[in-house]
Nanobody
Framework: QVHLVESGGGLVQVGGSLRLSCVAS????????IAWYRQPPGKQRQLVGV???????NVVSAVKGRFSIARDNGESTVWLQMNSLKSEDSGDYYC?????????WGQGTQVAVSS
């Protein structure tokens, strides 16, 4: 059973920074591709970025230059570094992976950016 746990969310002012963590267990972490999604209030869940098993980390163009992804296979952790936060970055942030064709999601961590 794969288990994902996000942490690091909170309340921050516009222009501030947060670093979210996603810790995975239950499978070989180095083989996992981990994606970050967010769900703004009242909107659909949207992709933020991906940390692939082959070591390539990318974020979507909407957050490029402000957000970055990093991973440490030894710590079974993927981080989402968020800088220059805007109010529209508010929402619930989730990490997800697929193992043996089964999707797994964490419980999410909430980010609130106040102006």
């Amino acid at each position: 059973q794969v288990h994902l746990v996000e942490s690091g969310g909170g309340l921050v002012q516009v222009g501030g920074s947060l670093r979210l963590s996603c810790v995975a267990s239950g499978s070989t972490f180095s083989t996992m591709t981990i994606a970050w999604y967010r769900q703004p209030p009242g909107k659909q869940r949207q992709l933020v970025g991906v940390s692939s098993a082959d070591g390539i980390d990318n974020v979507v163009s909407a957050v490029k230059g402000r957000f970055s992804i990093a991973r440490d296979n030894g710590e079974s952790t993927v981080w989402l570094q968020m800088n220059s936060l805007k109010s529209e970055d508010s929402g619930d942030y989730y990490c997800t992976t697929t193992v043996n064709s089964l999707p797994y999601w964490g419980q999410g961590t909430q980010v609130a950016v106040s102006s």
